[in-house]
């Protein structure tokens, strides 16, 4: 396998005109780096842009403004087959007529590759995607996962420097989807190839990624690893587009340059500050569902929602008029609290994070 290559995007922006005449900027002015080797995910809410950036990256859509660095070069301008990048479509996009070792062949095949080479570089890909009792069949033989399979056989086997994934996995059953991710991402690192993939399954994006790019409206609210996505969102789209957040209204008492005490309903706790906070501003506070601890005696709530999931007992109570959600993981043994009934809770103090 050729090394692989970084992706940088520069100010790059694609406004389209309609057939009425009106502009649809589907990608704002955007900035990204993704490194070589990198697993980088696009994922936001229908309409964000994320296909259309993948599609200027691909060279399939050229940007209105900007630069599309793949390596050293500045391809904004080149045809697809020209910027070292291989796409895995949602729709497999297999030859009906041919059979998974001419479909993984047919790339090579037009780049007229001498016979030789062409035989050991699919029979070196079947054998790695352990598909080599299937290269005789045609895609109607085989069920989706395992197309979509040959459809990633046929990106890797041209060494591209980037690797493309344009929701590969939405037509697949959730367990399946689950076991595809597990494998694309495993043979991602064993190649080592850069890749970036789009999807509107924040599971997905999580599980896969080094990573996760949050878009809307065309713009990248923000990246970060999906620690850091998860645990320090920007703001409360961020907050409430990965994973389920609530977000309390606070006020800091004091700020010390690195941890401020948030007055939270008279409650003060201690949490981390990774930027300045005036005394006495307001703000919000995020707590994911597992950050709220039951049975503490901070705050007495009404439970207005109370379902066992086995893993873990959800609450939904009323906190000052609105709505929380609590995850209580590992309920065994543990009190149950009764739609209708009081229950005691407090805030994890290294779960608060502040907007
Ligand atoms: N060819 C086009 N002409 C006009 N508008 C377009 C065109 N392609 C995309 N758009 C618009 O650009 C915006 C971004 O579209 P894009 O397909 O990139 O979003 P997306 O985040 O991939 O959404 P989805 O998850 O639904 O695929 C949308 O408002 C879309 O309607």
Redo the contacts with the bound molecule.
């Keep these: 396998m050729k090394s692989p290559k970084k992706v940088y995007l520069e100010d790059l922006n694609k406004t389209?005109i309609?057939a009425g005449k009106d502009k649809?900027v589907?990608?704002n002015d955007i900035n990204l780096k993704i490194e070589p080797g990198e697993f980088a995910t696009m994922l936001?809410?229908?309409?964000?842009?994320?296909?259309?950036?993948l599609r200027m990256i691909a060279g399939f859509e050229m940007p209105t403004k900007g630069n599309v660095f793949i390596g050293e070069e500045n391809v904004a301008n080149k045809t697809p087959d020209k910027r070292d990048t291989a796409m895995v479509f949602q729709n497999y996009a297999l030859f009906p007529h041919m059979n998974v070792f001419d479909n993984i062949a047919y790339g090579l095949k037009i780049l007229k590759r001498p016979k030789t080479e062409i035989k050991e570089r699919v029979e070196r890909i079947l054998k790695m995607m352990k598909m080599e009792d299937f290269s005789e069949r045609v895609p109607a033989q085989m069920s989706g996962g395992q197309q979509q399979r040959v459809s990633l056989a046929r990106a890797l086997v041209m060494e591209p420097g980037v690797l493309l994934f344009d929701e590969p996995l939405s037509n697949l059953d959730a367990k399946l989807r689950i076991h595809m991710r597990d494998e694309i991402r495993k043979i991602q690192q064993n190649v080592g190839i850069t890749s970036i993939y789009?999807t509107?399954d924040q599971e997905e994006a999580m599980a896969m990624s080094d990573k996760v790019i949050i878009?809307n409206n065309?713009v990248i609210e923000q990246q970060g690893t999906p620690q850091e996505i998860y645990q320090r969102p920007i703001n409360e789209f961020v907050a409430n587009f990965i994973g389920r957040a609530n977000i309390l209204d606070g006020q800091i008492e004091s700020f010390d340059g690195s941890d401020v005490i948030v007055n939270i309903y008279d409650v003060k706790y201690r949490a981390k500050a990774n930027r300045r906070f005036e005394t006495g501003q307001k703000v919000h506070v995020v707590i994911r569902p597992e950050g709220v601890i039951v049975g503490k005696q901070d705050f007495t709530v009404k439970v207005e929602k109370s379902v066992f999931m086995g893993q873990n007992h959800e609450y939904g109570v009323d906190f000052f008029g609105t709505n929380i959600e609590i995850s209580e993981n590992n309920p065994t043994g543990k009190t149950i609290y009764r739609i209708g009934e009081q229950m005691g809770i407090g805030f994890e103090e290294r779960a608060l994070h502040i907007l």
Excluded: I, L, Q
């Design positions: 389209f309609t649809v589907a990608v936001g809410p229908s309409g964000c842009g994320k296909t259309t950036t789009v509107h878009m065309g």
